[in-house]
């Protein structure tokens, strides 16, 4: 087998995914490999190098014909520099890191890092459910909300690489504190935590998104009520986003994107109803569809994008 290609790195709050993906963006092998949260032992850098050598020598891999490397990150990625921001998301210790000069001394190859979200924008744009799509806004629900946005067929990074942090797009004036230090953002509203929260105020049963779902798809009517106010500042949130950027696809994703009946389908119905008329012309909401290879195929986009344009040498 031709082995020549690129390593997709998608770095997780808990473990690093690791890949080996063609130019079509097909992963060929792919690994997992936990992250000490702690850091006592080892640093997230020092976990990324590992899984990369281990994927490689589990797979006969040579590095050095790989073309480059292509980084998913969390929190807010300057993306010209190649850094993580202050801000490090959900990964210990990782404001500040200078993730493309570290991979590069040490593998030799180019590098690109983009945040997480924009990841799977570009993945789902490219092989995914916005195959062929040029303006897409692409809204990840997890304990979180990430995504990206791309306009005429170019991800949006805005200035420094930051551009895409949807979960912060503020939706409640003077709302809810939340961990950036704004208050009313997207995030703690119609994040799946925002509904697990309102669910365990109701019942202890309701700890989780999926005990949650689990009881409306059985007809739970305090369940069902639960998740169609959740839902509402979903569709809030998503049209606000649908008047400033005017997308042909809005896609959704995250575990409970799996929920179509639940969320899907009346997330769509709301977005039409509460969108001026003329936004709603060839708007499609439907569920992301790489799951977690979205980040490693992304990553790679990613690094395909900047070696085209020139801003990373082959």
Same mark, same amino acid.
Request: net charge negative.
């Given at each position: 087998?031709?082995?020549?290609?690129?390593? *997709?790195?998608?770095?997780?709050?808990?473990?690093?995914?690791?890949?080996?993906?063609?130019?079509?963006?097909?992963?060929?092998?792919?690994?997992?490999?936990?992250?000490?949260?702690?850091?006592?032992?080892?640093?997230?850098?020092?976990?990324?190098?590992?899984?990369?050598?281990?994927?490689?020598?589990?797979?006969?891999?040579?590095?050095?014909?790989?073309?480059?490397?292509?980084?998913?990150?969390?929190?807010?990625?300057?993306?010209?520099?190649?850094?993580?921001?202050?801000?490090?998301?959900?990964?210990?210790?990782?404001?500040?890191?200078?993730?493309?000069?570290?991979?590069?001394?040490?593998?030799?190859?180019?590098?690109?890092?983009?945040?997480?979200? #924009?990841?799977?924008?570009?993945?789902?744009?490219?092989?995914?459910?916005?195959?062929?799509?040029?303006?897409?806004?692409?809204?990840?629900?997890?304990?979180?909300?990430?995504?990206?946005?791309?306009?005429?067929?170019?991800?949006?990074? *805005?200035? #420094?690489?930051?551009?895409?942090?949807?979960?912060? /797009?503020?939706?409640?004036?003077? *709302?809810?504190?939340?961990?950036?230090?704004?208050? *009313?953002? /997207?995030?703690?509203?119609?994040?799946?935590?925002? +509904?697990?929260?309102?669910?365990?105020? +109701?019942?202890?049963?309701?700890?989780?998104?999926? #005990?949650?779902?689990?009881?409306?798809?059985?007809?739970?009517?305090?369940?069902?009520?639960?998740?169609?106010?959740?839902?509402?500042?979903?569709?809030?949130?998503?049209?606000?986003?649908?008047?400033?950027?005017?997308?042909?696809?809005?896609?959704?994703?995250?575990?409970?994107?799996?929920?179509?009946?639940?969320?899907?389908?009346?997330?769509?119905?709301?977005? #039409?109803?509460?969108?001026?008329?003329?936004?709603?012309?060839?708007?499609?909401?439907?569920?992301?569809? +790489?799951?977690?290879?979205?980040?490693?195929?992304?990553?790679?986009?990613? +690094?395909?994008?900047?070696?085209?344009?020139?801003?990373?040498?082959?």
């Amino acid at each position: 087998m031709d082995r020549k290609g690129y390593l *997709g790195i998608d770095i997780g709050g808990t473990a690093v995914k690791a890949g080996l993906v063609n130019s079509k963006g097909e992963v060929i092998v792919r690994s997992e490999t936990d992250i000490d949260r702690s850091c006592q032992h080892e640093t997230v850098m020092q976990t990324v190098i590992r899984s990369i050598n281990e994927l490689c020598a589990s797979n006969q891999i040579d590095i050095h014909s790989m073309t480059g490397i292509g980084v998913s990150s969390p929190g807010s990625v300057n993306s010209s520099s190649g850094s993580i921001a202050i801000s490090g998301g959900n990964v210990p210790n990782w404001g500040g890191t200078k993730i493309c000069a570290i991979l590069e001394e040490e593998f030799g190859l180019p590098v690109s890092v983009a945040n997480d979200g #924009n990841c799977v924008a570009l993945a789902e744009a490219w092989i995914g459910a916005a195959r062929g799509c040029d303006d897409v806004v692409c809204v990840t629900l997890g304990t979180g909300i990430g995504g990206g946005i791309i306009s005429r067929g170019k991800l949006i990074e *805005g200035r #420094n690489g930051y551009a895409g942090e949807i979960g912060h /797009f503020v939706t409640h004036a003077g *709302g809810r504190e939340c961990a950036c230090g704004g208050h *009313g953002c /997207f995030e703690k509203y119609a994040a799946t935590s925002a +509904l697990v929260k309102e669910g365990m105020m +109701l019942r202890d049963r309701w700890y989780t998104g999926r #005990n949650i779902f689990e009881d409306a798809n059985a007809g739970d009517e305090e369940a069902l009520a639960l998740v169609d106010r959740w839902t509402d500042e979903v569709a809030y949130g998503i049209a606000g986003l649908v008047h400033i950027f005017n997308p042909e696809v809005i896609l959704i994703g995250g575990g409970v994107s799996a929920q179509g009946g639940l969320v899907i389908q009346p997330v769509r119905e709301k977005v #039409n109803d509460i969108i001026m008329q003329d936004f709603t012309e060839n708007l499609t909401v439907k569920r992301a569809s +790489l799951g977690n290879d979205a980040g490693m195929v992304g990553a790679v986009k990613h +690094l395909l994008d900047e070696i085209a344009a020139g801003t990373v040498k082959e």
